[in-house]
């Protein structure tokens, strides 16, 4: 349709699209960058003629709406909304056509309640941000050549207003310039919260899709044997045409009282093949039965599963039920030291509690978050001065020869014990050269065995050996909350290897990569870089990203380690939290790439957690991820 193009091409060129505010930006970069929606036609130049003409082209109409965010700022729940442009183009493309498609190219969840209110919107998809080649699909889709097998890994609500975070989560001050946060909601982000206490806000579940075919769920057999839920789904296509389906695992455990839970949990998640009419195939779906331990910040400082009923329940989302069984615990077990490495579970981050009322089952709506404001404390007021200084203690060796040679950095690596005595041999030169020259690269020391190494960004491409300039670049792969979406945990280990070929070719050592924070709002301006609102899935599918670039023995860095949730204010805002909700939801998601993938490096955050800088916090650097990590020697490719 050559009209209605030409008339959206000559709209796109002018600088009426441009405007943000009083300021005219000229570098569509820069636009991008600065906004998180551009400005929609005005609707008034959709004249009747042309309406008339576009129904005489086609008799479908699809309208494509737009978002986007960038790094250093959040969005606002009015741009997560239509504007009374976009809504006035609705309303005049729904009562022209009778059959109308909408397209989500964004990369937070907004508000699509008005998908309801037009009986011609008969189809809707969310897109994302679907990389350099992704539009193609959507084309293929929209032909019926490929069927869309994806689901929400994001609650979408019919108001972002709905989301208890959204009172705590933006610019929050402290008398002088300070910025605070506060977790009040504690572990109910997303569905934990909606599917506990308002299903009725709730347009769209976790877990929610649709198919061009249809498909049949049924639990052939289960296990509760050596520590394990194990479950086997058969799964039937029983519709006309070939697709794949998500077997989704959850599990809802006994409330007492003592300690939050959500009324129902992801515990784990497969993706079948392409199955044609008619066909099946059977996927085990298993994961720990300690993985359904809350953690009792408010009295054993431990993992605790309480005796009780527990149900296991296949889901077609976290809101449509298959099937279930019960799992009984029959006395309280508490796991006081990690599994995997034996250290004990202890209170790290009592500090990060400042005292505020945390939503709870017990109480609602006495206790649903509230913006409060609050007082700089002694301990925020000295939070950024410098430790006086002490005559007591010595200077660091430096330029130390020993006699047996040198110990080089390989030497480490395989006897930890020789750390000290390779680091007295550097000199105070090549310190200072290795702090000054240590933006995206590593300076090399030659003499220790320190290879120079090129580090970028990403984490949608891998870009190239130069700083920032990124002179060489690879593929611009789909956002990682598209990644999450599929559910498919190949392809993203297949995304980790396309990365590490490229990087391999570039020349890019470590690439830092996958971002593994939550989604803890829609608002959050980095969420398309992050994977979802549940930590198990974010954690998954990071670690299978970092397994695939370990095939090409790309060095991955998860990040941003941790509760940088929000870009507002990130750098050093104070970020209050409960050790409950750090546990079970925002450290999850590191801890899983951690123990399970070839996990050999960590971005930390530029936030704070209480009144340390994430960069310099021991109890989250050393107590907790290096004496409760496992280093995963290879990975399984």
């Known amino acids: 349709n050559t009209e209605l193009f030409d008339l959206y091409d000559k709209y796109c060129s002018s600088e009426e699209i441009l405007k943000t ?16 929606a551009l400005n929609e036609m005005d609707p008034e130049k959709l004249t009747d003629d042309i309406m008339q003409s576009a129904k005489a082209f086609s008799e479908t109409a699809i309208i494509v709406i737009g978002r986007t965010s960038a790094e250093n ?14 809504r006035a183009m609705v309303e005049k493309v729904c009562s022209t056509f009778s059959d109308v498609i909408v397209l989500f ?3 937070n969840v907004m508000e699509m309640g008005f998908i309801d209110e037009y009986e011609s919107i008969k189809a809707a998809a969310i897109v994302w941000i679907p990389g350099e080649f992704g539009m193609r699909a959507v084309g293929q889709m929209l032909k019926g050549n490929v069927n869309p097998s994806g689901r929400l890994a994001d609650t979408v609500a019919y108001s972002i207003f709905d989301h208890p975070s959204t009172q705590n989560f933006g610019s929050y001050e402290y008398d002088g310039g300070e910025y605070y946060v506060e977790y009040q909601e504690g572990i109910y982000v997303g569905y934990r919260y909606f599917e506990t206490f308002a299903k009725d806000k709730v347009q769209y579940p976790f877990g929610y899709g649709l198919s061009y075919t249809t498909f049949e769920k049924e639990i052939v057999s289960s296990s509760t044997d050596n520590g394990k839920i194990s479950v086997q789904v058969k799964v039937t296509n029983t519709g006309a045409i070939s697709g ?25 998640f497969d993706k079948t093949k392409l199955l044609a009419p008619g066909e099946s195939e059977t996927l085990t779906v298993e994961y720990n039965v300690n993985d359904m331990a809350s953690y009792d910040w408010l009295g054993t400082e431990a993992w605790v599963l309480e005796k009780g009923d527990y149900e296991i329940i296949l889901g077609e989302n ?25 250290t004990e579970i202890k209170h790290l981050f009592d500090e990060a509690y400042s005292g505020y009322t945390i939503l709870s089952r017990a109480n609602p709506e006495k206790t649903y978050p509230s913006a409060r404001a609050l007082v700089k404390t002694d301990d925020i007021k000295d939070a950024d001065k410098y430790p006086s200084p002490t005559k007591n203690g010595s200077a660091p060796e430096m330029g130390v020869v020993y006699d047996t040679g040198v110990i080089t950095l390989q030497d480490v690596y395989e006897d930890e014990s020789l750390m000290e005595p390779f680091l007295d041999q550097l000199t105070l030169d090549e310190m200072i050269h290795n702090c000054t020259r240590g933006g995206y690269q590593t300076h090399g020391i030659e003499r220790l065995g320190v290879p120079q190494t090129w580090d970028n960004d990403g984490p949608s491409s891998i870009k190239g050996a130069h700083g920032i300039s990124y002179t060489d670049s690879g593929t611009a792969y789909p956002c990682a909350t598209a990644i999450a979406c599929t559910w498919n945990k190949a392809i993203a280990k297949k995304m980790g290897y396309s990365v590490g070929i490229e990087a391999r070719s570039i020349g890019t050592d470590i690439w830092y990569a996958p971002g593994v924070n939550i989604h803890r709002n829609p608002m959050g301006g980095r969420n398309f870089e992050y994977f979802s609102e549940d930590p198990v899935i974010s954690g998954t599918m990071g670690a299978q990203i970092i397994d695939g670039a370990w095939g090409q023995q790309l060095v991955t860095t998860i990040k941003h380690f941790a509760l940088n949730d929000q870009e507002s204010n990130r750098a050093g805002i104070f970020t209050w939290a409960d050790e409950q909700a750090m546990r079970e939801i925002y ?51």
């Open 21 to 36: 505010g009083s300021t005219v930006f000229n570098n569509m970069m820069q636009l991008i960058l600065a906004k998180s």
């Open 73 to 86: 700022s959040d969005l606002s729940p009015e741009t997560l909304a239509l504007s009374d442009n976009e």
């Open 105 to 107: 190219n964004i990369g």
């Open 244 to 268: 794949k389906d998500t077997v989704q695992l959850y599990y809802s455990a006994p409330y007492t009282g003592k300690i939050e839970k959500s009324a129902i949990v992801l515990g784990g």
């Open 318 to 342: 976290a809101r449509e039920h298959i099937d279930s069984f019960i799992y009984t615990i029959d006395t309280d077990i508490i796991i006081k030291n990690d599994s995997v490495t034996g």
């Open 587 to 637: 450290l999850k998601a590191f801890e899983i790439p951690v123990k399970e993938s070839a996990c050999h490096g960590v971005m930390s955050a530029y936030n704070r957690i209480g009144t340390d800088w994430c960069g310099g916090c021991s109890e989250l650097l050393v107590d907790l991820l290096r004496k409760l990590r496992v280093l995963y020697p290879q990975a399984k490719i």
